[in-house]
């Protein structure tokens, strides 16, 4: 086991690199889908809320809408039909599976956000231990360590290149989730206002 750590101490950090890269193509394409999948939710609540405005409920199709407000609100003209009051908690519970929908692989962005630049600075570490094992093998002057240290901070460089739009990315999605949320929940309320 600790001939496997001392390799693995002395390999360097430059396999660091292609996990990062890989985590990189990682989090763009679910940049990229969660970017997709909440415009379609946005535009399918702008939608709904457009139509209830213009519409009276009972003539709305909800049938007609795709997307978590539409589906929130289906089961809001249901208790509506039992004669139940609106209640923030039981709201909260029902549009649970909702938001578990739209914040889908929002943890892969937050965890590549919160973990990439330690994965950089392990191989920062490795670099600085390959370096300076290579300066006391070859018995060389400082600018094998030099070298070598450059090209380690290379890898905390990349880290933190990829946890950057991963931390944006994580924060603007969690942003227009809570919008569409509470954007529904405003439709509730003023649906049970205008019935009442």
């Given at each position: 086991?600790?001939?496997?750590l001392k390799a693995l101490a ?104 919160s973990n990439a630049p330690f ?75 205008r019935s009442e």
């Amino acid at each position: 086991m600790l001939t496997i750590l001392k390799a693995l101490a002395l390999s360097g950090g430059d396999w660091v690199i292609g996990v990062l890269i890989l985590c990189s193509i990682v989090a763009v394409a679910v940049i990229i889908e969660r970017a997709l999948f909440i415009k379609k939710e946005e535009a399918a609540f702008l939608g709904l809320r457009k139509a209830l405005l213009i519409d009276a409920t009972e003539k709305l199709n909800l049938s007609e809408f795709d997307g978590a407000s539409s589906r929130l609100l289906a089961e809001e003209m249901t208790e509506r039909s039992r004669k139940k009051p609106f209640n923030n908690e039981i709201f909260a519970a029902k549009s649970w599976p909702e938001r578990n929908l739209l914040e889908q692989r929002l943890l892969i962005l937050g965890t590549l956000g919160s973990n990439a630049p330690f994965i950089g600075l392990l191989g920062t570490v490795l670099g600085v231990i390959k370096a300076f094992h290579d300066l006391s093998q070859s018995g060389a002057g400082p600018e094998v360590v030099m070298k070598g240290l450059s090209a380690a901070l290379v890898t905390t460089a990349i880290g933190l290149f990829v946890a950057i739009p991963c931390v944006i990315a994580y924060n603007y999605f969690q942003d227009r989730v809570q919008k569409i949320l509470s954007g529904t929940e405003s439709l509730i309320v003023t649906l049970r206002a205008r019935s009442e």
